[in-house]
């Protein structure tokens, strides 16, 4: 496995950023395997787009989970950029002007392909997230389901005006201050703010449904004592009801904490998500 920490200069962002990458590569399984060579000119990996949450970066999947190892086993390409304390917006409200959603839908999906072998293909890329991620992994996944497959939502979902999830308070609380993030739960909370764009992930939700487009199947999971349940089964709840494909896993007694994402990334990895498990080599299109 080779893990690649790119920095460069975001166009969309105004700034260098920091971008973690997981790339399947020789392993000690190939030497048993007896099968063909790992490296072919044109070969191609799927990508899971995977999105960190709230205080994190890059890096997190990292530090706390065995995203490196579970990317290896099952031969997909992992992108983690760092997205701070954005929500995977592109803010206006004059805070920063940063184009988070901008930069993750349009600028690396653009650059990175052209520098490591990633499919662009819709059937092989996949967007996931926990908790603040969850919220960009739905919000991207609901407005563009041309290019991705299926949605990975752990712990958490879109944040709506009308429907301020339960626990929220208790974030702040357990926490510490977290003015950004706070400010930013608000500002999405906000009918202004958020009608008309693609943060009204609910109406775009249902404009797609109804369009009878392609719609990229949601894989949804929470911990049973997680204070985000409420917002993750409305989330589940108004999906289905507009007839998206959901798949909804809960497992009793985890929290908001890492114990579980890391059983979440395994399960989604080796079980749920339409990989190939495989690197895609020209002969096999």
């Known amino acids: 496995m080779a893990v690649i920490k790119m920095n460069f200069l975001s166009q969309a962002l105004g700034m260098q950023t920091n971008v973690t990458i997981c790339l399947p590569t020789y392993s000690f399984s190939d030497t048993l395997g007896g099968g063909k060579a790992v490296y072919v000119p044109g070969m191609k990996y799927q ?9 994190g970066d890059d890096a997190d999947y990292l530090h706390f989970s065995n995203i490196a190892r579970y990317a290896d086993e099952n031969k997909v390409a992992v992108v983690m950029p760092a997205g701070y304390d954005s929500f995977y917006t592109d803010w206006t409200d004059g805070s920063d002007g940063a184009r988070y959603y901008t930069y993750v839908t349009e600028e690396l999906p653009q650059v990175l392909p052209t520098l490591f072998p990633l499919s662009t293909r819709r059937e092989d890329n996949f967007v996931g997230g926990l908790s603040m991620g969850s919220h960009g992994a739905m919000k991207i996944a609901v407005n563009l389901p041309e290019r991705y497959a299926a949605a990975l939502i752990m712990s958490g979902s879109a944040i709506r005006p009308d429907n301020v ?24 909370q906000q009918e202004a703010f958020v009608r008309g764009t693609v943060n009204d992930v609910n109406a775009v ?3 797609k449904a109804k369009a009878g ?5 949601f894989y949804i999971t929470c911990g049973g004592d997680d204070f985000a349940r409420e917002g993750t089964l409305f989330g589940r709840d108004y999906l289905k ?8 896993e809960e497992i009793p007694g985890y929290t908001h904490e890492w114990d ?14 339409p990989l190939r498990r495989s690197i895609l080599y020209p002969e096999e299109g």
């Open 205 to 207: 939700a249902a404009e």
């Open 165 to 188: 999830e339960r626990g929220l308070d208790t974030v702040a609380k357990q926490s510490g201050p977290l003015p950004t993030i706070m400010k930013r739960i608000g500002l999405l």
């Open 47 to 55: 990508v899971l787009w995977l999105l960190h949450g709230g205080s």
């Open 213 to 217: 487009g392609p719609l990229s199947k």
């Open 260 to 273: 579980f994402w890391d059983l979440a990334l395994r399960r989604a990895l080796s079980e749920w998500l």
């Open 241 to 248: 009801k507009l007839g998206y494909e959901v798949f909804y």
